[in-house]
């Protein structure tokens, strides 16, 4: 049995350390879907490199490992938080006030005296050529005084962008 000194242990910091990076990478660097498939590619190979390393004896085999891991794990953050990023809107900026379809998710809780309705939607269509459509927002309206409270739809909705 090897001492537990001279064994490789692998913890999860070796992982969540580099994905935090890859988070914060991200966030300065957004990804499109093309970029984001060769990250995976990557990611994927770094990981089986960093398996087979650490089943091998050669010379620089925890360093292969732990490099491995490392990317892998930063490579698993980027792609994690692109996916979850809404997607980029690329040009020049839009004006503020937009009319749009929304289809409402979810409607948030809120007592009969207050006096606007939030809640979750996705965009089905709007008046900026597309480049809102299939994005998830959230909003908020005012009610009128005793418009009834409607829990789902489509609503075109006219407002401003924040």
Excluded: K, Y
């Excluded at 990804?31 to 087979?52: D, F, K, N, Y």
């Excluded at 996916?83 to 809120?110: N, Q, S």
């Excluded at 459509?133 to 909705?157: E, M, N, Q």
């Amino acid at each position: 049995m090897p001492s537990p000194r001279s064994s490789l242990r692998a913890p999860l910091i070796w992982l969540l350390t580099p994905a935090m990076a890859g988070i914060a990478a991200a966030h300065r660097w957004p990804a499109s879907p093309r970029e984001l498939v060769a990250c995976a590619g990557i990611t994927a190979v770094l990981a089986a490199g960093s398996v087979a390393a650490s089943r091998h004896e050669f010379r620089f085999a925890a360093g292969v490992a732990l490099a491995g891991i490392l990317g892998a794990g930063a490579g698993i953050g980027f792609c994690f938080q692109n996916l979850r990023l809404p997607r980029r809107v690329d040009g020049p900026m839009v004006p503020r006030e937009a009319t749009l379809d929304v289809r409402v998710e979810r409607i948030f809780a809120g007592g009969p005296a207050r006096p606007s309705i939030g809640g979750i939607g996705t965009i089905r269509r709007d008046d900026r050529r597309g480049r809102f459509a299939g994005a998830r927002v959230d909003f908020s309206v005012s009610r009128r005084h005793g418009s009834p409270r409607v829990p789902s739809g489509v609503f075109a909705l006219r407002g401003v962008l924040q």
